[in-house]
C-alpha cells in the first residue's frame, strides 16, 4: 500500500494509546494509526470515490486479528 508522509498533532493521551495498541499488534504507531483512520472513516461512511476502502479495511483488519492471535500464542 502507498504511504503519505504527514504531519499530525495528536493529544498526548491518544498518542500514548496508539502506542501501546501498536505494540501489542506488533505494527509501528504509524501503521497502526493509518488502520484505525481507515477503519473509522468506513465506520462513519466516508466517500469511497478513489477505490474500495471498505474491502481494503477488512481485509486489514484479518491481518491484524491473525497477528494478534500470534502475539498470543507466543506468550
Same mark, same amino acid.
Given at each position: 500500500? +502507498?504511504? @503519505?508522509?504527514?504531519?499530525?498533532?495528536?493529544?498526548? #493521551?491518544? $498518542?500514548?494509546? =496508539? *502506542? !501501546?495498541? /501498536?505494540?501489542?499488534?506488533?505494527?509501528?504507531?504509524?501503521?497502526?494509526?493509518?488502520?484505525? +483512520?481507515? @477503519?473509522?472513516?468506513?465506520?462513519?461512511?466516508?466517500? #469511497?470515490? $478513489?477505490?474500495? =476502502? *471498505? !474491502?481494503? /479495511?477488512?481485509?486489514?483488519?484479518?491481518?491484524?486479528?491473525?497477528?494478534?492471535?500470534?502475539?498470543?500464542?507466543?506468550?
Amino acid at each position: 500500500m +502507498a504511504t @503519505r508522509k504527514v504531519t499530525l498533532s495528536i493529544d498526548h #493521551t491518544a $498518542w500514548a494509546l =496508539a *502506542e !501501546a495498541a /501498536a505494540a501489542r499488534a506488533g505494527i509501528s504507531p504509524s501503521a497502526w494509526l493509518s488502520a484505525a +483512520a481507515r @477503519r473509522e472513516a468506513v465506520r462513519l461512511g466516508a466517500g #469511497t470515490d $478513489w477505490g474500495d =476502502a *471498505e !474491502a481494503e /479495511a477488512l481485509a486489514y483488519d484479518g491481518d491484524l486479528a491473525a497477528a494478534e492471535a500470534d502475539i498470543r500464542a507466543a506468550r
